[in-house]
């Protein structure tokens, strides 16, 4: 099944509001992105996101916060709510990124009550999975990941929603995934989805997020089971974001 591949971008806590509406007239220019052939997502910082609005309408560029909590509003300090994303006319939000499993404690739990909530909201999660160092030298990959899957398969009740896998081993690590191995783990990612939801998983788009760049995007996407890129530094380079959108164009 064709489907329409997603390159989303992880601004994560980088550029300052006033030089975040810079990025985008470069980026458009270089990429000549066409909307109807790739939807192009990029998750800023909150502080950012009011300010990007109009670009999102001119340009049809899509924006996400890259958290959000469960509950609506309540006493939760440092936290941002569904609704106040809403409100604001998005669409997305990145949900379990490994950072936040690694440095905020987050766990498959809560994780699995942000896609809830997400997806009864009428929202599309990315939901981020992904085995460390460790766990992939302790032949966990397939453990790991089917936890994951499984910690949230319940809340699928429909909406769509977008997985995204972090080979967190090959994160800042010097080491490489291969497509080889992106394309096994996709593939089981399918798998577990089927096995949960049935044909829909056909139709579910499944990112690669471990260190994509330039150099190996076209390689990557050529994958049956790779839809997409959720793209840490490369994304802070119009140049280099350029060049991933047009590789996932061709």
Known sequence: MARK?????????????????DFFPEFLELSKWQKEQVDVVFAVPATHLD???????????????????WESAGAFTGEISIPMIQDLGLNYALVGHSERRQYFAETDETVANKVGTLLSAKMTPIICVGETQVER????????????IKSFASKLTGG??????EPVW??????????????????LIRRLL?????????????????????????GL?????????????????????AAMVQAAMK
């Open 170 to 187: 090959a994160i800042g690590t010097g080491l490489t995934a291969s497509q080889e191995q992106a394309q096994d783990v996709h593939a």
């Open 51 to 69: 300010r990007l609005l109009d670009i999102g309408e001119e340009s049809g560029i899509s924006f996400a916060p890259q958290n959000v909590h």
């Open 137 to 148: 030298e302790s032949d966990k990959t397939v453990e790991v990941i089917t936890r994951q």
């Open 160 to 165: 769509d929603f977008v997985v995204a896998y």
């Open 221 to 241: 996407l050529a994958q049956d089971d790779i839809d997409g890129a959720l793209v840490g530094g490369a994304s802070l380079k119009p140049a280099d974001f």
């Open 194 to 218: 089927k096995e949960e939801i049935g044909e829909q998983a056909d139709t579910v788009r499944i990112l690669y997020g471990g260190s994509a760049k330039p150099a190996n995007i076209s």
């Open 5 to 21: 591949p997603l390159m989303a971008g992880n601004w994560k806590m980088n550029k300052l509001p006033s030089e975040a509406a």
